[in-house]
């Protein structure tokens, strides 16, 4: 994983130092903390000139520094991980081997081809020197944070970075879309001191619609958001990149029960494990579960094993710690989601290596507990929502207290349960449960001086709750469990495991059952699909430069191109079933699996967002809403 930025110029010298400063390439630095060097390519007949910076964090193969150079002038920044279409050896770094591609592409097709063949989370920049051309963008999901910043319209420039420094600059840094990837003649360009882009979409091969109709909605969506005087314009020839995966099948069948609100939660009154027991006596069910179970297991196998390990390497920082190093961590709430994933982590993960489950709780406030006290539960509530005693919690330093009842949220108690459940599977096995609290205190500082800028350009509420809990899960730094005793831990692992992926595809959030009450299983469709659609905007490359900026690298098995494939070929009624109750209906395939996999109550527990069971919603709640600007 690398922190890249090119800084392009047309007619002006500072435009380069306007864009690319000590603030950037600090962010950078942390997204890459092995490597860091600049590159400056100058054409002078043509006026232009381009800056790569390239900051790596070495994963794979021998430590490559960036950018890449070659002996033809082609200049390379890569921010990925190829997992398949592109064979990569177990000891060959993937930004070599695919700058090694690309410098055997004699054409467009060419390029377009290889990056169709990707399977794997990437962004890029590629500097054709023979024809100045500049090529740049993000996977199909955006699973890799690109960002762009244009100049004004008398000092033509563009800025790509995975990460800005700040949000203070009058033109805006916008996300670039993951529609396809992007070319810029800098010849043509540096002729007219002005930008102008063209694009290459994506497209499904068995697509029914024309080209042109895909040229014409992805070009709207795209310019809508560019300066005025930023060109953008399809390629002549109409080439597309192939997407990596299948459409979503929307077949409704008649058996599926179509009609909303025909609940028969009293039919299967109270949930469950013994429920799901049931579905998985139908041999089709169990067919189908274990289909994905396989496709699921591969997708981890490759995220946990595509990976350098220093074999000889312990923990030195605390004598009373495990002097084995974990590579692998898992962002953990003890939900379905994140159970299956540490579970099939378990099975790849080789056998002696601890794996790190990061748990984040942030400190409940007085009048929370005051509140809690004479709040009716329901059973499941009670045993999800302990009551935190009233001792006080205010004068907890960031460091010191292991263990207050404060920071026992509903994460954090269905965490410690899912602990026990990932013991009895595999008992020989080091599980890191990372008890990380904060505070209100380091929550208002870390946020001032840090998250903002890496939740930016997005700048919602609900952004901001969800950036701050996955960055300071991420970060790792909490306390463990040592002979009976938790002392401060730091998670060391440069790869973490999220669950993203899955409540999108399997109708797992709330919204989904809204959706199917008032539109039956074709609005629920629509809904699934447009959860897709909008991923790259939406959540993933926020995460990218959260977890980034500890120097460690997002994975996400749930949207791996196989998984998305198999889910997609799979009708709704297989995946989900809203008739039935929460803990049970939404990611019933998921809970199936999770059965199989020998998990237990962590199965038929309902969907809890980050925000509120990690409860940072509750620790600066003022009524806001979740789609409010933070600066509102």
Not at 481 to 486: D, P, V
Not at 512 to 519: A, D, L, P, S
Request: charged share 25%.
């Amino acid at each position: 994983m690398c922190g890249i930025c090119c800084v392009v110029t047309l007619c002006s010298q500072r435009a380069i130092c306007g864009f690319f400063n000590e603030d950037i390439l600090y962010r950078l630095r942390r997204r890459g903390p092995d490597s860091s060097q600049q590159l400056i390519k100058t054409v002078p007949d043509l006026s232009y000139e381009c800056l790569f910076s390239g900051n790596v964090l070495h994963l794979r193969g021998v430590v490559t520094t960036q950018p890449l150079e070659d002996a033809n002038n082609n200049v390379f920044l890569w921010n990925g991980e190829v997992f398949n279409g592109v064979h990569v050896g177990d000891q060959e770094n993937d930004t070599k081997v695919m700058f090694h591609h690309l410098g055997s592409c004699s054409s467009e097709v060419d390029i377009l081809s290889l990056f169709s063949s990707l399977r794997g989370p990437w962004s890029f920049v590629f500097y054709q020197a023979s024809r100045h051309s500049l090529w740049f963008g993000r996977d199909y999901f955006g699973r890799r944070s690109l960002l762009w910043q244009f100049g004004t319209e008398d000092d033509s420039a563009l800025c790509l970075t995975s990460v800005s420094a700040c949000a203070e600059s009058a033109n805006r840094w916008q996300e670039v879309p993951a529609s396809g990837i992007f070319k810029i003649d800098l010849k043509a360009c540096a002729r007219t001191t002005s930008l102008s882009l063209t694009l290459f979409p994506w497209k499904h091969s068995c697509t029914e619609r024309a080209v042109e109709e895909i040229f014409i909605n992805v070009l709207d969506q795209v310019s809508k958001d560019l300066p005025n005087h930023v060109c953008i314009e399809m390629n002549e020839s109409r080439q597309c990149l192939r997407a990596p995966v299948i459409p979503l099948n929307k077949t409704i069948s008649e058996a599926s029960g179509e009609c909303p609100g025909t609940n028969i939660s009293n039919v299967i009154h109270p949930v469950s494990v013994e429920t799901l027991q049931g579905f998985l006596a139908e041999e089709h069910k169990k067919k189908i579960v274990h289909q994905f179970i396989d496709i699921l297991s591969e997708a981890v196998k490759r995220r946990v094993l595509s990976l350098f390990r220093d074999e000889d390497q312990e923990v030195r920082e605390a004598p009373s710690m495990p002097k084995r190093k974990a590579h692998i961590a898992v962002l953990f709430s003890g939900g379905v989601d994140s159970m299956v994933i540490a579970a099939l982590a378990d099975k790849h993960v080789p056998s002696e290596e601890p794996i790190d489950l990061l748990n984040v709780a942030f400190m409940r406030k007085k009048q929370d507990k005051q509140k809690d006290t004479t709040k009716k539960h329901t059973n499941q509530e009670v045993q999800l929502d302990l009551l935190c005693p009233r001792e006080s919690c205010q004068d907890l330093g960031d460091k010191t207290a292991a263990h207050l009842p404060c920071f026992d949220v509903p994460d954090r108690i269905t965490g410690r349960a899912g602990l026990k459940e990932l013991a009895a599977i595999n008992p020989s096995r080091t599980w890191n449960f990372v008890e990380i609290n904060v505070t209100l205190e380091e929550l208002k500082k870390t946020r001032q001086q840090c998250i903002n800028h890496l939740i930016y350009p997005l700048n919602t509420v609900l952004d901001d709750s969800i950036g701050c809990a996955i960055w300071f899960a991420s970060r790792g730094e909490g306390f463990i469990s040592n002979q009976g005793e938790l002392k401060p831990y730091k998670s060391l692992a440069k790869v973490v495991l999220t669950g993203i992926g899955a409540d999108e595809q399997l109708a797992g959030y709330s919204r989904h059952r809204v959706c199917f009450k008032k539109n039956g299983l074709e609005g629920l469709n629509k809904e699934l699909e447009m959860e897709l659609d909008r991923i790259s905007s939406r959540n993933l490359g926020r995460d990218d430069r959260i977890i980034g900026d500890h120097g460690k690298e997002a994975r996400f098995p749930f949207l791996d191109e196989d998984v998305v494939s198999f889910l997609s070929s799979l009708p709704i009624s297989e995946k989900a079933d809203l008739t039935l109750p929460r803990g049970i209906g939404e990611k019933l395939l998921l809970r199936l699996a999770a059965k199989e996999l020998g998990l237990t109550a962590s199965t038929i527990l309902p969907k809890r967002a980050v925000q509120f069971g990690s409860r940072i919603a509750k620790l600066e709640s003022n009524g806001e809403k979740a789609s409010s600007t933070t600066a509102d």
